[in-house]
């Protein structure tokens, strides 16, 4: 258990500085201008300064994946203490999550939105069935787990990500919104909270 606490420890460092690295990074390199091939939709959208429907939700569901990411990657260690089958869990998700969160702005596609928003919804409800029912399996088998700071921000996190998964479906309409032009300035603070607040409320939590 002591060991698992120290590696978490160093983990969540790791996950606080490196944040603020990457932010920075994301500010100097990011592409400031949207490029698109001549005679595509993209293209006509960014000369009229119309900015494709769907964007802003699909950086959304990003974000979202990526601070529940954060999260499960901070608790990997202690779970991992807990059992190999939980610890497993938690780093598998957390990878993938990553994955995906750079997917959907990359190449968004409905099929792949339709399954992260089924994916995340399938998390909270493994999250509502471990505090309300119990553990479904591992040792803890039928224990409930309490509410905690860390699981209800990225309980909120899977919801953020299901949601505009779903709104993104039903627009219709999308493009890969990667490039920093397509980024609002409310998604541009989004980025900002998620990259910097989500590590730093993850090491106030856990510390407390």
Known sequence: MMSGAVIGGHLTHVIVFGSWGLVVTLFLIWPTKARYPKGTQGASDNASGVRPAGNSWIQAASLGLMAAA???????????????????????????????????????????????????????ALWVVSRVV??????????????????????IAELVTATSCIVAVLVHRFQAGWRWSLWS??????????????????????RG
Not at 77 to 82: M, Y
Not at 85 to 104: H, K, T, W
Not at 135 to 155: M, Q, S
Not at 185 to 199: D, E, H, K, Q
């Open 70 to 124: 954060i999260v499960h990657f901070a608790v990997t260690p202690e779970h991992f203490a807990q059992s190999w089958l939980y610890g497993a869990f938690f780093l598998c998700a957390a990878s993938v999550q990553v994955i995906v969160a750079v997917l959907l702005l990359v190449r968004p596609a409905r099929q792949l939105l339709t399954a992260v928003a089924a994916g995340s919804i399938c998390i909270v």
């Open 185 to 206: 300035l409310a998604m541009r603070l989004a980025l900002l909270a998620t990259i910097v607040g989500t590590p730093l409320m993850t090491a106030v939590s856990k």
């Open 134 to 155: 119990g553990v479904p399996v591992g040792p803890d088998n039928g224990a409930t787990e309490p509410f905690g700071t860390l699981d209800v921000l990225a309980t």
